[in-house]
């Protein structure tokens, strides 16, 4: 067992946890420590997004938008990639059309598709949420490039472990 301090919470219902010989504490405690992280992160993550007027699911879209070739991708792809329902995509979607920050357009070669573009404001805004989150370590801001690094590793095994398929 690790020295933690009592005060650790993930540590305390851990060590109850084997105390009491339930399968597999180390485990429980990875995963208890996962969402507590998760909880943490999000609420930081979602504090500084307000600060530029955007909502988490709208900051993803818009930065899966940034990511993608010439700042569009279709709408059924961005429900994919983001693991959100397609009509989750859609609110977004006329959120952020309204506010000026993404257009739709008609797809060049499929006229049964729509893509969703970001506008030059709606970059504007990705990019200026992107700073701010990037101030902030984007939420992590008590950790270096080598121990991020080494948590993204690990939990890529943690996702192939439980099927992600990427």
């Not at 060590?15 to 420590?33: I, K, L, T, Y």
């Not at 979607?93 to 070669?109: C, Y």
């Amino acid at each position: 067992m690790n020295p933690v301090s009592s005060a650790d919470s993930v540590e305390w219902m851990r060590e109850r946890w084997e105390d009491n010989g339930v399968p597999c504490p180390a485990q429980f405690g990875a995963m208890a420590s996962l969402l507590r992280a998760t909880a943490l992160v999000t609420e930081e993550v979602d504090r500084v997004l307000k600060t530029v007027g955007l909502t988490r699911t709208g900051w993803l879209v818009m930065v899966t938008l940034q990511m993608s070739d010439d700042n569009a991708r279709p709408l059924g792809q961005l429900s994919k990639v983001l693991l959100v329902h397609p009509t989750t995509v859609t609110m977004v979607i006329d959120q952020l059309e309204k506010a000026k920050l993404v257009t739709r357009k008609p797809h060049p070669t499929d006229r049964r598709t729509v893509l969703a573009k970001l506008t030059p404001k709606g970059l504007a805004q990705v990019q200026a949420a992107n700073e701010a989150l990037g101030a902030v370590g984007f939420g992590m801001g008590g950790i270096d490039e080598t121990t991020a690094d080494r948590i993204t590793e690990d939990l890529r095994t943690v996702r192939l472990g439980v099927g992600d398929q990427g």
